[in-house]
C-alpha cells in the first residue's frame, strides 16, 4: 500500500479545481498526445537519473511522470500534487503495480515544500509549476531541497504570458502557441483531448490560473536562486516546449 499524507496548507484555488474536474480524464486526453509524452521522456533522459537516487515529482498528478522514472532506475519517489482526485489515481495505480515500497504520495501545494534541506538528488516537474503567479520562492525552497551537485529539471510550455490582457502582440503570440497546442491535441488525443485544451487555452489567454513565462526567465530565476549550472533544452520537433537543467553546487 502507499503512504499517502495530507498537507493541509493547499489551497482550494482555481487550478485545485480545474485539476479536480479533469482527473478522471487526464491520463485518456493530455496522457495521450505525443509531445506530452515525449517531454515526460526528455526530462526523465535529462535528469541522469540512477540506482538509489531519490527523486521528488513536482505536480505528480496520476503518476506519469513518477512511473517513467520508476521504470529509468532503481530510484524512490516523492510525488506531490494539490489534487486529491490526481492522486487518488495514482495511488491506485502504486497499489495495483505493489510500488508502494518505492513511491510515497502526499497532498501538497508547489508552494508550500515542507521538506529538510538537501534531501533530493533530483527534483523535476512537467506543466506544472507554471501555474505559480509567485515563482521564485518556490524555486528557492527547490534549491535549498536538493542535495550539493543534485539536479533541478523542469519541463513546461515556452510562452511568455506576461503583460497586459489588452496587448495584441500579446494576443498574437498566446495564438501562436495555442493553434499548435489544439493541433496535437486533436490529432493525438481525439475531440475529448481537444475540448480541454481549448478550454485550457482560454486560461491561458486570461491568465486564468496559467501564469507561463518563458525559459529564459526560468533561467534566470533558477541563477537567482543559487543555481550554479543552467542548461536549456528543445524538445524536437515540438517548439513551444523545453526542459530545463539546473545543477546545485558541490559544497
Not at 52 to 63: E, M, P, Q
Not at 120 to 142: C, E, G, M, Q, R
Not at 176 to 188: H, I, N, P, V
Request: with cysteine.
Amino acid at each position: 500500500m502507499t503512504k499517502s499524507e495530507r498537507h493541509t496548507g493547499a489551497d482550494n484555488n482555481i487550478t485545485t479545481e480545474w485539476f479536480k474536474e479533469w482527473s478522471n480524464e487526464y491520463d485518456s486526453t493530455l496522457g495521450k498526445v505525443k509531445r506530452h509524452q515525449e517531454l515526460l521522456d526528455l526530462v526523465v533522459k535529462l535528469s541522469g537519473v540512477k540506482d538509489n537516487d531519490t527523486v521528488l515529482d513536482i505536480g505528480c498528478g496520476t503518476g506519469l511522470l513518477s512511473l517513467k522514472f520508476l521504470d529509468k532506475a532503481r530510484c524512490k519517489v516523492f510525488g506531490i500534487d494539490s489534487s486529491e482526485n490526481m492522486l487518488a489515481i495514482f495511488n491506485r495505480k502504486i497499489e495495483k503495480l505493489s510500488l508502494g515500497k518505492r513511491i510515497t504520495t502526499r497532498l501538497e501545494d508547489a508552494s508550500s515544500l515542507k521538506f529538510q534541506h538537501d534531501t533530493f538528488d533530483i527534483v523535476a516537474s512537467t506543466v506544472t509549476l507554471h501555474h505559480l503567479k509567485n515563482k521564485y520562492p518556490s524555486v528557492k525552497k527547490i534549491h535549498d531541497i536538493v542535495k550539493p551537485g543534485g539536479r533541478f529539471v523542469v519541463g513546461d510550455i515556452n510562452v511568455d504570458t506576461t503583460g497586459k490582457l489588452t496587448d495584441v502582440t500579446r494576443l498574437k503570440r498566446l495564438m501562436a502557441f495555442l493553434t499548435d497546442e489544439l493541433t496535437f491535441a486533436l490529432k493525438d488525443g481525439g475531440v475529448d483531448a481537444f475540448k480541454r485544451m481549448y478550454d485550457n487555452g482560454k486560461k491561458h489567454i486570461l491568465n486564468d490560473g496559467e501564469y507561463c513565462i518563458s525559459f529564459a526567465q526560468w533561467a534566470a530565476l533558477c541563477k537567482r536562486a543559487g543555481f550554479a549550472k543552467v542548461t536549456i533544452y528543445p524538445l524536437p520537433k515540438f517548439k513551444w516546449f523545453k526542459v530545463l537543467v539546473a545543477q546545485k553546487a558541490v559544497k
